[in-house]
């Protein structure tokens, strides 16, 4: 949304209602429609003054108020940036990404990527316990809620064992029902690792998110219950949507 967009939206004086909460209810919804999705922040003090033209202590007002209702967080120095709700994404030994969305009440869907075969990393071979160079399957998507993006999921699967799981990928066969297929009837979370980066351009163009934001990674390794490994995975998830939540002894 260009400025110019946001100016000609600029509330009336209504009778009864003070200035300063018109601005913030203008703003409020503007946040809710992820009006600044792109730079993750409000414009500045100037730039909001003229648009409202008020002074900078009744915009001020209006920003506090903003962030009394937890929508953004000041940063002396810096800027207002947005807080968008946070998703509470369940880490445990069953964690399904469409089971976490659906319990929030939010439709999930994948979007295909990248699907081929490739030669194992040595770190990919040692967590899939594959001899270094063996074959595996690369799978990349995109992860959604309500059609925005929640992360970016590379997985990897031993070629051998499940040869032909690229096909029904492609033909949009759930990963779940593809698992089954090859005998896998059930599988656990075997380990999480936690830990943050910077996204590159690409991924920072896929999650819709600026590429100064830093990133949730979780790389992850799921077993059968013999406790071969099934899957290697590296999930990005954007920062300021999703927060992990890791159940200790293991509840849900």
């Known amino acids: 949304m260009t400025f110019g967009q946001l100016t000609s939206s600029a509330p009336g004086r209504r009778s009864g209602v003070t200035v300063w909460r018109q601005i913030a209810d203008t703003l409020s919804t503007e946040i809710r429609d992820r009006a600044y999705a792109d730079t993750g922040r409000l414009p500045g003090e100037i730039e909001l003054s003229a648009r409202f033209a008020v002074n900078r202590h009744t915009l001020r007002q209006a920003v506090a108020a903003l962030q009394t209702d937890g929508l953004v967080r000041i940063e002396p120095g810096r800027g ?3 807080q968008h709700e946070l998703l509470d994404y369940a880490l445990t030994s069953r964690t399904r990404f469409s089971e976490n969305l659906m319990r929030k009440g939010l439709l999930p869907s994948k979007q295909l990527l990248t699907a081929r075969e490739t030669p194992a990393t040595p770190r990919v071979a040692t967590e899939l316990k594959l001899d270094k160079g063996a074959k595996v399957l690369m799978v990349e998507l995109l992860d959604e809620g309500n059609g925005e993006p929640i992360g970016l999921a590379t997985a990897y699967y031993p070629a051998q064992r499940f040869a032909g799981l690229l096909e029904m990928l492609s033909e ?3 990963s ?3 698992l089954k297929h090859f005998g896998v009837q059930d599988y656990l ?3 999480s690792r936690i830990t943050t980066q910077m996204p590159s351009e690409e991924t ?4 819709k998110q600026p590429s100064t934001r830093p990133l949730l990674c979780v790389e992850s390794v799921d077993v059968d219950l013999e406790g071969r490994p099934v899957k290697y995975g590296e999930t990005v998830f954007c920062g300021d949507r999703v927060q992990l939540v890791v159940h200790a002894g293991d509840a849900a």
């Open 80 to 82: 207002t940036f947005v």
């Open 172 to 174: 949009g066969m759930r």
């Open 176 to 178: 779940t029902e593809i």
């Open 189 to 191: 979370r075997a380990q």
């Open 204 to 207: 920072a163009r896929l999650l």
